[in-house]
């Protein structure tokens, strides 16, 4: 597993896979960008993420586990090599236990606003037709 680490400076860095050891850490749960601007591990490698709109939900992510005081997140777009098959199939595969051991879940609904054009409130309506909705699969915990 790899995550991204919020630094003082309003940016994000990524750790190493950890093994063995997995800090306390938060998790996001969203919907994709278009592939061109969606965030993946190789523009937070090469500090190119900022200038894709995928962007604004590992800013949100970041502040929000700033808030909560936890230093760790995961974004599966970022944190995941999709480039590597392996990798790729071990994340897919443990992906649940991952969701099931953080310590915060965060959900962004990119295609959620709390006012329409003129001004009037639509923020129920929106939440209620939010793509995040029509995955195939949504998050559940057990207390």
């Known amino acids: 597993m790899r995550l991204l680490e919020v630094q003082s400076s309003c940016g994000v860095s990524l750790t190493e896979d950890l093994h063995h050891s997995t800090p306390p850490y938060a998790i996001l749960s969203h919907t994709w960008e278009g592939d061109a601007q969606e965030v993946r ?40 090599n999709q ?3 392996v990798e790729l199939n071990r994340s897919i595969n443990t992906m649940f236990r991952w969701y099931r051991d953080a310590e915060k879940c965060y959900v962004y ?35």
């Open 41 to 80: 591990l190789s523009d937070i490698r090469d500090q190119v993420a900022r200038a894709k709109r995928g962007y604004r939900k590992i800013d949100f992510c970041q502040k929000q586990a700033a808030k909560d005081g936890l230093q760790y997140f995961w974004v599966d777009s970022c944190c995941m």
């Open 83 to 85: 480039d590597s098959e």
């Open 109 to 143: 609904l990119s295609d959620v606003t709390m006012e329409r054009d003129d001004g009037s409130s639509t923020w129920n309506e929106a939440f209620r037709q939010s793509r995040w909705f029509t995955r195939g699969w949504t998050l559940l915990r057990t207390f």
